[in-house]
């Protein structure tokens, strides 16, 4: 491809990844845009499950965003240095901060998409603190806060991958959950990632990118329920297609997802909030309701 079409190319994917209101996303995000840019699979009818091969090499991408200037592309966040967990609080003076619940709370696997859905003030919007990977186990306040809350949940983020769909289980191996709190994992999983189209990564060739699952061999052993990071029923919890996907080492990065679509759909289901009923659905729901209920004759 000639540098020049690239480089428009990724002028343009930059300004859909901030679209609307001028977002703030990650380096993956932009990568995963300019594959729509390239070929908008995305658009394709979504009642057919498929993901589709990237457009472009990781390596190519790079290449024009350095030729670019990645300082010039707005909202481009830096990518995420972990280190030690930080301590709750600790931006605070209040000594009362563990006092009060904590009705909600989100992980993500990556640590770069928390802190993009940081930057793009979810925890305000949302009332619900964003955590990353590296900033677990949560601290003991947390959790203590968690535990005075009515019905609190906390959420979980996760890429699309065999390596992925463990983190529920990994994530519980670090915290003391307080009983009666409910972990309720978002996704990502193949099916939803099937849904939207959105695009894989497969296999060896994708060892020097960081933040996904290494392929086949890993995914094969994750989905027999043995060795290392295997989940129990994990298999028995998946479709026919989602397993067939994984097992050709298939796997997708939350990062793929659109990040405004990433940050509605956080805010929508951290917040439980359920899609209006079309009317045609509820006349369907009237014809088995009994008294009232639709006419047959």
């Known amino acids: 491809m000639r540098q020049a079409i690239l480089d428009r190319v990724l002028r343009t994917a930059a300004e859909k990844a901030a679209a ?25 009818p979504r009642r057919t499950h498929f993901t589709s091969a990237p457009a472009l090499t990781y390596g190519a991408f790079r290449g024009a965003l350095q030729r670019l200037g990645p300082e010039s592309v707005d909202g481009l966040l830096p990518p995420v240095v972990p280190g ?5 609080g600790r931006h605070t003076p209040e000594p009362d901060l563990f006092d ?3 009705p909600r ?46 019905r609190a949940t906390v959420y979980l983020l996760h890429d699309a ?26 996704g990502l999983r193949p099916r939803q990632a099937g849904a939207l189209h959105l695009v894989h990564g497969r296999g ?20 027999g329920g043995a060795g290392a990071g295997a989940a129990p029923g994990l298999a028995s919890a998946l479709s026919r297609w989602e397993r067939d996907w994984l097992r050709r ?28 009923r079309s009317q045609l659905a509820e006349l369907r729901q009237a014809r088995h309701a009994g008294f009232l209920s639709w006419p047959t004759s």
Not at 84 to 88: L, S
Not at 111 to 133: F, H, K, Q, T, W
């Open 161 to 186: 991958s065999a390596h992925g769909l463990t983190f529920p289980a990994r994530f519980a191996r670090t915290a003391d959950i307080p009983d009666g709190v409910r972990v309720v994992p978002l």
């Open 100 to 102: 009060y619940g904590l």
């Open 20 to 44: 609307p209101g001028q977002l703030h996303f990650t380096e993956r995000q932009l990568y995963y845009e300019v594959c729509r840019v390239l070929l908008p699979w995305h658009r394709a």
């Open 105 to 150: 709370l989100l992980v993500c696997e990556s640590d770069d998409i928390a802190a993009m859905l940081r930057a793009n003030g979810v925890p305000m919007e949302s009332a619900c603190p964003v955590y990353g990977a590296s900033e677990l186990p949560l601290d003991t306040g947390v959790l203590r806060m968690l535990s005075l809350a009515e």
């Open 249 to 276: 080492g298939r796997f997708v990065e939350l990062a793929a997802v659109n990040p405004a679509s990433l940050i509605r759909t956080v805010h929508r289901l951290v917040r439980e909030v359920r899609a209006p």
């Open 204 to 223: 060896p060739a994708y060892a020097a990118i960081p933040g996904h699952w290494p392929g086949p061999a890993a995914a094969a052993g994750a989905l």
């Open 84 to 88: 030690p967990p930080q301590v709750a």
